[in-house]
């Protein structure tokens, strides 16, 4: 424990600061750009091992959110206008970095009467006609039951479809005050009946029981989610939640074993793993 009664964070959750030719060059296509990254605006530990690998998880229609997650890192209030040349630069940059696999994402924009679709299947198709080798996961946001929306990001041609559950259900209140969980699960269902390759991330060490990780599995496999990434927790800043606990990286392979045994087809759990670490290993489960 710190001098605030808080756990000590463990040094199996030390990260390299990032360096190198490559995460030079994604850093000054970013910049040029004027692109926004899930990997900065989300405090993502794995950055400089992404970034020094060539590839960056792409942050669309602005880094304004309209939720206040009481974990996330990415600012929250009013958007502005969105750009509408946003889906050209980002699917330029990709180009440019010659990646093999591409992630993007976006803040929620709730006060959009699509949610933001029409922009993300811009997005999506242009980075498609620019670089047609290139696979594709998006990771989208809660489209709140609007589900003629949820059709048209999912649409254009992406391979995986991530939206990401969180947390377990007894704690969606205090964490995502502004969703819900059986909507964040129908979301998953119907992107899998549409016949999508479906992908979602919870964080640990907020709270949980072993119990009610086992039942957001079960919850899960029951509504067709074929991939999980499970990490852990780390508080942003002060305004943000606690850590209740830091996870052993022995809990994170009993984790894995318990999600597979369970019926989800791959399970990446890990300390350090967030949404989109190994996303390339996910386009063929």
Same mark, same amino acid.
Request: proline content about 5%.
């Given at each position: 424990?710190? &001098?605030?009664?808080?756990?000590?964070?463990?040094?199996?959750?030390?990260?390299?600061?990032? @360096? /190198?030719?490559?995460? &030079?060059?994604?850093?000054?296509?970013?910049?040029?750009?004027?692109?926004?990254?899930? !990997?900065?605006?989300?405090?993502?530990?794995?950055?400089?091992?992404?970034?020094?690998?060539?590839? *960056?998880?792409?942050?669309?229609?602005?880094?304004?959110?309209?939720?206040? !997650?009481?974990? !996330? &890192?990415?600012?929250? /209030?009013?958007?502005?206008?969105?750009?509408?040349?946003?889906?050209?630069?980002? *699917?330029? *940059?990709?180009?440019?970095?010659?990646?093999?696999?591409?992630?993007?994402?976006?803040?929620?924009?709730?006060?959009?009467?699509?949610?933001?679709?029409?922009?993300?299947?811009?997005?999506?198709?242009?980075?498609?006609?620019?670089?047609? &080798?290139?696979?594709?996961?998006?990771?989208?946001?809660? @489209?709140?039951?609007?589900?003629?929306?949820? %059709?048209?990001? %999912?649409?254009?041609?992406?391979?995986?479809?991530?939206?990401?559950?969180?947390?377990?259900?007894?704690?969606?209140?205090?964490?995502?005050?502004?969703?819900? #969980?059986?909507?964040?699960?129908?979301?998953?269902?119907?992107?899998?009946?549409?016949?999508?390759?479906?992908?979602?991330? %919870?964080?640990? =060490?907020?709270?949980?029981?072993?119990?009610?990780?086992?039942? *957001?599995?079960?919850?899960?496999?029951?509504?067709? !989610?074929? %991939?999980?990434?499970? =990490?852990? #927790?780390?508080?942003?800043?002060?305004?943000?939640?606690?850590?209740?606990?830091?996870?052993?990286?022995?809990?994170?392979?009993?984790?894995?074993?318990?999600?597979?045994?369970?019926?989800?087809? #791959?399970?990446?759990?890990?300390?350090?793993?967030?949404?989109? #670490?190994?996303?390339?290993?996910?386009?063929?489960?």
């Amino acid at each position: 424990m710190n &001098a605030l009664g808080q756990p000590r964070k463990p040094n199996w959750l030390r990260v390299k600061l990032p @360096v /190198g030719k490559e995460y &030079a060059k994604v850093r000054s296509i970013v910049d040029e750009y004027k692109l926004h990254t899930i !990997c900065e605006s989300g405090n993502c530990p794995n950055m400089g091992e992404c970034w020094g690998a060539g590839t *960056a998880t792409f942050m669309i229609l602005g880094n304004v959110c309209t939720r206040s !997650c009481s974990f !996330c &890192a990415v600012a929250t /209030g009013r958007p502005n206008e969105y750009d509408e040349d946003e889906p050209r630069r980002v *699917a330029e *940059a990709i180009k440019l970095m010659g990646v093999k696999h591409a992630v993007i994402t976006s803040v929620n924009r709730d006060e959009l009467k699509d949610r933001g679709a029409a922009v993300w299947h811009d997005t999506v198709k242009q980075v498609k006609l620019m670089s047609p &080798a290139t696979t594709i996961e998006t990771l989208i946001p809660d @489209v709140k039951a609007s589900w003629d929306a949820l %059709i048209t990001m %999912i649409s254009p041609g992406q391979e995986v479809v991530s939206h990401n559950m969180e947390t377990v259900k007894e704690l969606y209140r205090r964490v995502r005050p502004q969703a819900k #969980y059986d909507r964040s699960l129908e979301q998953i269902r119907r992107t899998k009946e549409y016949g999508k390759r479906t992908k979602t991330g %919870i964080m640990l =060490g907020l709270g949980e029981t072993r119990e009610q990780v086992y039942q *957001a599995m079960d919850d899960l496999a029951t509504n067709g !989610c074929d %991939i999980l990434t499970l =990490g852990q #927790y780390l508080q942003p800043t002060k305004m943000h939640l606690e850590v209740a606990e830091f996870i052993h990286p022995d809990l994170f392979d009993h984790y894995r074993e318990e999600g597979l045994k369970r019926g989800i087809k #791959y399970v990446e759990s890990g300390p350090l793993v967030r949404s989109s #670490y190994h996303a390339e290993r996910h386009v063929n489960v």
